[in-house]
């Protein structure tokens, strides 16, 4: 083991969080010292390099809700950074379709909820949404024009530029094993080497509550990896659709249903289901981690939970083993999509937190000791928030 290495600041994580972190810190501190650990080689690894690339405009969240404010925040952020800095977006807007009268229903409140968020959304009968979209069907939609999309991958790895040049020392292949708070800071194994710092930030994502664990903080919450399956329309299906086209969601849960979005490099992907995987990093059906299983199956929580949805879960799984299964879900709103048509694409796994009662933790979460913090639960739209969650985090350290 190398000399122990001092630093103001280190953050272990170098996804869109950690990126956004590390960035807003220097431009407040300029002279000080920030390390990024990261235990992969490259940045954007898994959530932040893995999701369906949306900028969100905040129709789903609780107004006064922490996700309601980071994603109206981060909405224009998020454009105007890219706008800055010459990055692909494309503010497309989003439809949402609802194809029975309980789903109607259903749109009518989130048409509400979009208006408490500040957003300017338009309801649409089924002739004007055929209109606008004649691939798709349904009785009624809403129109959300804010909503676009991009690569938060590449926005990931610029933010991560902009704070090396100004100074941050980054180090991939080194996963923190150790974080000890001394009487002045706190110390931190990471890889091989020993680091000291004054403060030390959690953005890792799917290891968040392992890291907090790592410090002997006690939680009432764990991290549940739940995988999102997508598929990727064949190119002739490339002009299919003008909008992001999604289904009403169900209110009782954290997903959004599958839907067809447009990606930045022109094709259209259709996902994701959610399917509670065997492994952090359970990409495939095939990828189970024993250790991690058994952390899963071990907590209580996790049992509450499944046993609340279990039958939500079981038609989760259904759609992922049998191939139909999934494309009835998108037929119901698109039905010229055909079998021949899904082609194999990444899956994703989503980081979602789940308390002792089985309930899913739906805001951010912090987790903050004298020279700690963790960022415990950071649901989407984590991404499109990146810049607002990372302004808090410094203001928390303040």
């Known amino acids: 083991m190398n000399g122990s290495k001092h630093f103001h600041l280190i953050i272990a994580g170098a996804g869109i969080i950690g990126a956004a972190t590390a960035r807003e810190y220097l431009l407040r501190y300029p002279s000080h010292r920030v390390l990024v650990v990261e235990k992969e080689s ?6 932040s390099g893995r999701n369906s690339g949306v900028i969100h405009a905040g129709v789903y969240y609780q107004p006064a809700s922490l996700k309601a404010k980071y994603c109206r925040e981060g909405l224009e952020q ?13 503010q497309c807007g989003k439809l949402i379709v609802a194809t029975s ?16 968020n500040d957003l300017n959304p338009q309801m649409l009968s089924a002739k004007e949404l055929r209109k606008k979209e004649p691939a798709i069907t349904g009785q009624a939609a809403m129109h ?27 180090v ?24 000291q710092a004054e403060k030390f930030i959690n953005c890792s994502g799917l290891y968040a509550d392992q890291l907090i664990r790592l410090q002997g903080i006690k939680t009432d919450f764990q991290i549940i990896p739940f995988r999102g399956e997508y598929f990727r329309l064949a190119d002739k299906h490339n002009q299919l659709i003008r909008h992001l086209i999604y289904p009403v969601p169900d209110p009782a849960l954290p997903f959004l249903g599958v839907h067809l979005t447009r990606m930045i490099d022109g094709g259209i992907t259709l996902g994701p289901n959610a399917v509670l995987a065997m492994a952090k990093e359970g990409y495939s059906r095939s990828k189970v981690d024993i250790q991690e299983l058994k952390q899963i199956l071990t907590f209580r929580g996790c049992w509450l939970l499944l046993k609340r949805y279990w039958r939500s879960g079981l038609l989760e799984l259904y759609s992922s083993i049998n191939k139909q299964a999934y494309l009835r879900r998108v037929q119901a709103y698109c039905p010229e999509i055909r079998r021949a048509d899904l082609l194999p694409y990444r899956s994703g796994v989503r980081a979602q937190a789940v308390n002792l009662k089985g309930e899913l933790v739906h805001d951010f979460k912090f987790v903050q000791t004298d020279f700690t913090l963790h960022l ?14 990372a302004r808090a985090i410094v203001d928390k350290l303040s």
């Open 144 to 170: 959300v024009a804010q909503t676009g999309i991009t690569d938060y991958a590449l926005l990931t790895r610029t933010m991560l530029f902009q704070a090396a040049e100004s100074g941050a020392e980054i």
């Open 376 to 389: 415990g639960n950071a649901p989407s739209p984590a991404a499109t928030s990146a810049m607002p969650i």
């Open 42 to 47: 490259q940045p954007a690894k898994h959530q």
């Open 172 to 195: 991939f292949n080194s996963e923190v094993s150790a974080i000890t708070e001394t009487g002045s800071g706190v110390s931190v194994l990471a890889g091989n080497q020993q680091y």
């Open 78 to 90: 998020t454009l105007s950074f890219c706008r800055r800095h010459q990055l692909p977006y494309l």
């Open 101 to 116: 009268a309980e789903q109607k229903q259903r749109l009518e409140t989130l048409y509400r909820q979009c208006l408490d």
